[in-house]
């Protein structure tokens, strides 16, 4: 256990230093304000329909400026000109669907000269739409999936506490769990907060949205917190013999050791911001993708799923489904299927975890139903094979 005290230890003290250099960070001016804004910054709209969008300048202009937008494929500009004086420096113009696209932008072609502002700089993202049922069941489903995803960690401490024992959890991956989230709750808490961040990302991916939303940082510490909770039930509840395995330890200096390094890189001027928290988000991968191995490994060798919450990976599941399925209606709805093949990693990572929450539904429900635990697990006497980590086995078993 003393690996997990060492490593939450850790995780805060890297969790205090990111906070302190993000706050540094949020001095810098704001690079997204522009002199022409744009009410509302960017327009979702149903084919065949119209919205408007106010356009207004920021400060005040000396002289009569006379702007004209770019013809598009996909969409309608009326007027397709507009002015501005001094007395007017508002105007409203009105956007009309005529194609079903992703990504598309209102821009300007011409501006009088002298122009106030950079027009070549200025876009307003528009997204065309097919079905306005499509596009409901889109926020519908992202609700569901991140309630989902947000209870699922309750079945598990829920049952703990019922138990009063920590038996069937795998220390394993609740340490990498840990560590895991907590980089992915660094990662979105810097691109969220940062604008140093989001100016290193939109000089990267140019016109592209940030990708960390409210919700995405809500979720990330509400289960990095759930993760440690857990933890703390692990030092009061009874657990017996189990510790973490050699091979659970070594994964988890590796990552710690990684991010330390991308925070020391990022201190002392060798990284920006954007490729430390990136390196931060690798890390919630590879511990996504190996995390549930010691669990399902330590249920085959137990026979029992007892101590492992059956609810969780029902709740991860459904999560993980609705994730997908959004995806797929996304994708049709606007005709687009980059989110699959732009970002496969997303994607891959949430097949990972389907395909091991129905690895443990088998387990729980065809290969163990109905099977008692073993006495022994419960001895804290002795230590049974079960709870001897399998590195350690694999050791004995070459010392034999």
Not at 133 to 156: C, D, E, M, N, R
Not at 271 to 291: D, E, W
Not at 327 to 336: A, F
Request: hydrophobic share 45%.
């Amino acid at each position: 256990m003393g690996v997990l005290k060492l490593t939450l230890c850790l995780s805060s003290v890297i969790t205090v230093l990111v906070s302190v250099q993000a706050a540094k960070l949020r001095k810098v001016s704001d690079p997204l304000s522009k002199e022409l804004v744009s009410s509302p910054s960017s327009l979702n709209l149903l084919l065949s329909t119209t919205d408007s969008i106010t356009l207004q300048f920021s400060k005040p202009i000396n002289d009569t400026v006379s702007i004209k937008f770019k013809q598009a494929e996909d969409f309608l500009v009326s007027p397709e000109a507009i002015n501005f004086n001094p007395n007017h420096v508002s105007n409203v113009i009105n956007i009309t669907a005529t194609g079903v696209v992703s990504n598309c932008y209102l821009e300007i072609e011409e501006c009088s000269d002298p122009c106030p502002f950079d027009y070549k700089e200025f876009y307003v993202p528009i997204t065309i739409y097919r079905s306005e049922i499509a596009y409901l069941l889109v926020q519908v489903t992202g609700w569901i999936y991140f309630f989902a995803w947000s209870i699922s960690f309750y079945p598990q401490v829920f049952l703990n506490y019922k138990r009063k024992s920590v038996h069937g959890l795998h220390f394993d991956f609740l340490l990498l769990n840990t560590v895991g989230f907590t980089a992915y709750a660094i990662y979105n808490l810097a691109m969220y907060f940062s604008t140093s961040v989001q100016s290193e990302y939109l000089e990267q991916e140019p016109r592209a949205q940030i990708p960390v939303l409210f919700n995405d940082v809500l979720f990330s510490v509400h289960a990095l917190s759930a993760c440690l909770f857990t933890v703390f039930q692990c030092f009061i509840y009874d657990r017996g013999q189990q510790r973490i395995s050699r091979l659970g330890i070594g994964l988890t200096t590796a990552l710690v050791g990684v991010g330390l390094i991308g925070l020391s890189c990022l201190i002392f001027g060798i990284f920006n911001a954007l490729k430390t928290i990136t390196l931060l988000s690798y890390i919630k991968m590879a511990v996504t993708c190996y995390k549930y191995i010691p669990q399902a490994v330590y249920n085959f060798k137990r026979q029992s799923t007892i101590g492992w919450s059956i609810e969780n990976l029902m709740l991860d599941f459904t999560g993980g489904s609705f994730s997908i399925l959004q995806m797929v209606i996304v994708s049709w709805n606007t005709d687009d299927w980059t989110p699959f093949t732009g970002n496969v990693v997303k994607f891959l990572l949430g097949m990972v975890s389907m395909v091991f929450d129905i690895i443990f539904f088998v387990q729980h429900f065809c290969l163990y139903r109905n099977r008692e635990e073993l006495t022994q697990i419960f001895n804290d006497s002795s230590e049974s094979v079960d709870n001897i980590p399998i590195v350690d086995q694999m050791e004995s078993n070459e010392n034999a």
